[in-house]
């Protein structure tokens, strides 16, 4: 279970086996911590206390601070995972083309066929202009698993990228929702902020499953290594992106279960942001998404998504031990 608290002025705080939210003027409400995994502190105006904190991090429970607008700002993470060869042999495998390259085509072009997917459940919508989106989303998917250099595979990313994002607003009601492509932060319209906001969601919880493996989420074999950046969660991100976070995003906007309203400026800057309720209702309705039990077609079981990033972040490190002979990323149908 996911905690995230957002509400500015609660107070968290340990008694016995029970989390406590405290919250102004209401009555406290208790979760038994052994049901925890994560735990989201939104805002500078959430508190935790130390007793709090230090056994959640013992237990392993995963603690991240970020803002109210889901920018990541720490996590605190207790010893680090003892697989250290893993480690070792993470580092050689990412920093050498040849072994890299395979698990970066592997991943982006189970991106790219996850984008199709999304697309063709809802070609109706498109019209006329599914067959120009349908060969260049499939070109770029051959272009991808044959690509010789990682350069190549980020313009054949780029490329499938942009075709797939161009055909949003074919999906959506131009009178309401102005969406030209992804933008980086801030979010410039109200598509772009649920995207942003799903997308830093989405990569907390694969930065956590990593941390539970021993894998270090800034070694990566896709996106460059930077100061800071978490290339290979971004790397596993990618394939995740279309079935969790697009496929939610889609849903809540085409049946207007979220309108315009819901969304406003962000006071004394530029870009747009959820309000207050509205941030809450998408996190709970991104935990339900999160929630949600597909087979897996790799190992033919019935799994949660959650289930699914986890079950693939082990796969990616025993890919990188030599134990298994290829990744293979999740695929939709």
Request: include cysteine.
């Given at each position: 279970?996911?905690?995230?608290?957002?509400?500015?002025?609660?107070?968290?705080?340990?008694?016995?086996?029970?989390?406590?939210?405290?919250?102004?003027?209401?009555?406290?409400?208790?979760?038994?911590?052994?049901?925890?995994?994560?735990?989201?502190?939104?805002?500078?105006?959430?508190?935790?206390?130390?007793?709090?904190?230090?056994?959640?991090?013992?237990?392993?429970?995963?603690?991240?601070?970020?803002?109210?607008?889901?920018?990541?700002?720490?996590?605190?993470?207790?010893?680090?995972?003892?697989?250290?060869?893993?480690?070792?042999?993470?580092?050689?495998?990412?920093?050498?083309?040849?072994?890299?390259?395979?698990?970066?085509?592997?991943?982006?072009?189970?991106?790219?066929?996850?984008?199709?997917?999304?697309?063709?459940?809802?070609?109706?919508?498109?019209?006329?202009?599914?067959?120009?989106?349908?060969?260049?989303?499939?070109?770029?998917?051959?272009?991808?698993?044959?690509?010789?250099?990682?350069?190549?595979?980020?313009?054949?990313?780029?490329?499938?990228?942009?075709a797939y994002f161009a055909a949003w607003p074919l999906l959506l009601d131009a009178r309401q929702w102005?969406?030209?492509?992804?933008?980086?932060?801030?979010?410039?319209?109200?598509?772009?902020?649920?995207?942003?906001?799903?997308?830093?969601?989405?990569?907390?919880?694969?930065?956590?499953?990593?941390?539970?493996?021993?894998?270090?989420?800034?070694?990566?074999?896709?996106?460059?290594?930077?100061?800071?950046?978490?290339s290979l969660a971004l790397d596993l991100e990618e394939e995740f992106r279309p079935v969790i976070v697009?496929?939610?995003?889609?849903?809540?906007?085409?049946?207007?279960?979220?309108?315009?309203?819901?969304?406003?400026?962000?006071?004394?800057?530029?870009?747009?942001?959820?309000?207050?309720?509205?941030?809450?209702?998408?996190?709970?309705?991104?935990?339900?998404?999160?929630?949600?039990?597909?087979?897996?077609?790799?190992?033919?079981?019935?799994?949660?998504?959650?289930?699914?990033?986890?079950?693939?972040?082990?796969?990616?490190?025993?890919?990188?031990?030599?134990?298994?002979?290829?990744?293979?990323?999740?695929?939709?149908?």
């Open positions: 279970m996911r905690l995230i608290v957002d509400k500015q002025g609660t107070q968290l705080r340990k008694d016995g086996e029970r989390l406590y939210i405290q919250r102004e003027n209401q009555e406290d409400e208790s979760i038994p911590i052994n049901v925890l995994e994560q735990v989201v502190l939104a805002g500078r105006g959430v508190s935790a206390s130390t007793p709090l904190l230090y056994d959640l991090v013992r237990r392993g429970v995963d603690v991240v601070y970020q803002s109210q607008r889901g920018r990541f700002g720490f996590r605190l993470v207790g010893p680090v995972a003892k697989h250290s060869a893993l480690r070792v042999r993470q580092v050689q495998v990412c920093t050498n083309p040849a072994r890299a390259l395979p698990l970066a085509r592997a991943m982006i072009s189970g991106k790219l066929h996850n984008q199709w997917v999304i697309l063709s459940r809802i070609r109706g919508a498109l019209e006329e202009q599914w067959p120009s989106i349908h060969q260049a989303l499939t070109a770029q998917i051959h272009q991808a698993k044959r690509a010789n250099n990682a350069d190549s595979l980020r313009g054949y990313e780029g490329s499938g990228a942009a102005q969406f030209r492509g992804r933008a980086y932060h801030p979010p410039p319209d109200p598509v772009d902020a649920l995207l942003s906001l799903g997308y830093t969601l989405l990569l907390n919880d694969i930065i956590g499953a990593m941390y539970r493996i021993g894998l270090d989420p800034t070694i990566g074999v896709f996106h460059t290594i930077d100061y800071g950046r978490p697009d496929t939610l995003v889609l849903r809540l906007i085409r049946q207007a279960v979220l309108v315009p309203t819901d969304f406003r400026h962000s006071d004394g800057r530029s870009g747009i942001i959820l309000s207050a309720d509205a941030r809450r209702f998408f996190f709970k309705q991104y935990e339900e998404r999160l929630a949600t039990r597909v087979r897996h077609p790799a190992w033919q079981q019935q799994l949660t998504y959650r289930q699914c990033i986890q079950r693939q972040v082990e796969h990616l490190a025993r890919c990188i031990l030599g134990r298994d002979e290829g990744y293979m990323p999740l695929l939709i149908k």
